[in-house]
């Protein structure tokens, strides 16, 4: 119930900054970060993670050095929990 309260609230993706120019910058991160960046992880990396969460700031967004490569299963579960918990992840 909580969680769909804030999906309601939460400002869609596109006005976000996750648009065209976005697919194209993470397809070519991508491409040259092919493996999950966790320790202990080698899996195929499918995700462009912003280490330290942008909250609309555009140049942090933008900040390749802010970008870590994550396969779904540890952003959607190690790195959720990690912020959850206020803690910075970055590899």
């Known amino acids: 119930m909580r969680k769909a309260?804030?999906?309601?609230?939460?400002?869609p993706a596109r006005e976000r900054g996750?648009?065209?120019?976005w697919e194209k910058e993470r397809a070519a991160f991508l491409k040259l970060n092919?493996?999950?960046?966790?320790?202990?992880?080698?899996?195929?990396a499918s995700v462009v993670?912003?280490?330290?969460?942008?909250?609309?700031?555009?140049?942090?967004?933008?900040?390749r050095s802010n970008w870590q490569p994550l396969c779904?299963?540890?952003h959607s579960r190690w790195k959720q929990a990690q912020e959850k918990r206020g803690l910075r992840t970055g590899s």
Do not use: M, N
């Open 34 to 44: 092919p493996h999950c960046a966790r320790p202990g992880c080698s899996a195929p």
């Open 18 to 21: 996750y648009d065209s120019k």
């Open 5 to 11: 309260a804030y999906e309601q609230r939460r400002v």
């Open 49 to 63: 993670d912003h280490i330290i969460p942008h909250k609309g700031d555009q140049r942090l967004f933008w900040s």
């Open 72 to 74: 779904t299963s540890c």
